[in-house]
Nanobody
Framework: QVQLVESEGGLVQAGGSLRLSCAAS????????MGWFRQAPGKERELVGA????????YYADSVKGRFTISRDNAKSTVYLQMNSLTPEDTAVYYC????????????????WGQGTQVTVSA
């Protein structure tokens, strides 16, 4: 059974930083593409960042490019999302997700999801 467990989010002031982590189990993590999504109240879930199995290829939504960094540690079966220069518009529930990938990263088709963690950025 695949499980994805995100770290606790939190409340941070605008301009601050926060790092989320997501620990995976029950999956061959080193061959899984990973993604971070977020969903703000009243909005659709959106992909924030994605990473291939090796960590060598990444994707970022335009809204977070240059501020967020996705990375992974296959030895720890963990994916991270470093968030810098946070703004109130980044307030959302953040989810990590996994899927099998032959190569590259994936922007859709994720099969497995974490429970989500709330990130709130105050002005």
């Amino acid at each position: 059974q695949v499980q994805l467990v995100e770290s606790e989010g939190g409340l941070v002031q605008a301009g601050g930083s926060l790092r989320l982590s997501c620990a995976a189990s029950g999956v061959i993590f080193s061959r899984a593409c990973m993604g971070w999504f977020r969903q703000a109240p009243g909005k659709e879930r959106e992909l924030v960042g994605a990473i291939d199995w090796s960590g060598g290829a990444t994707y970022y939504a335009d809204s977070v490019k240059g501020r967020f960094t996705i990375s992974r540690d296959n030895a720890k079966s963990t994916v991270y999302l470093q968030m810098n220069s946070l703004t109130p518009e980044d307030t959302a529930v953040y989810y990590c997700a996994a899927r099998w990938c032959a190569s590259g990263y994936a922007i859709s088709g994720y099969n497995y999801w974490g429970q989500g963690t709330q990130v709130t950025v105050s002005a």
